[in-house]
């Protein structure tokens, strides 16, 4: 502890509470209020519009349409993908976090997102999922 000796008792205290790691995987992953433009958008842009966007084969199959936030929010031609506030009834973390059946897994026959990605998604619907 190369700190303690250096800077004294107070650091040391907050030094070991860092290194105790008081982290969990949400803070990690993400500290502040989730940004759709900064990091829910990104996501969608290189995982998901290849297909869900017009022209493509899951906005032709389910109207989805993930290349512009009004796209999001309107969902499919079935009904609604993400509900506000309320992740565990979104049928988009759903398929992205792999429990519908395998023929629903989002993106499809592609890599899982990885689990930053999905809490990035989860906690901006848990926020209200603003355009934002
Ligand atoms: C390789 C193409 C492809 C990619 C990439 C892809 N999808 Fe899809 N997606 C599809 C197809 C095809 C369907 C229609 C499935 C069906 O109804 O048979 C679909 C349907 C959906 C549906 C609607 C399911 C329903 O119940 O109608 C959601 C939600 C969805 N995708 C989300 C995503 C998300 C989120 C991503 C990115 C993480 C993604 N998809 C990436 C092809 C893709």
Known sequence: MRLVVLAGGLTAVVAVAVVA???????????????????????????????????????????????????????????????????????????IDWRASPALRMPHGKKKLSICDRDAIRAWIREGARNN
């Open 21 to 95: 790691g008081a982290f969990s995987a949400s803070e990690v992953c993400a500290a502040e209020k989730t940004s759709f433009a900064e990091e829910v958008f990104p996501i969608f842009k290189a995982r998901c519009t290849s297909c869900h966007q017009p022209g493509g084969e899951g906005f032709e199959k389910s109207g989805l349409d993930l290349s512009t936030y009004e796209g999001v929010m309107k969902g499919t031609k079935f009904g609604k993908m993400v509900i506000p506030g309320d992740p565990e009834s979104s049928n988009l973390m759903l398929l």
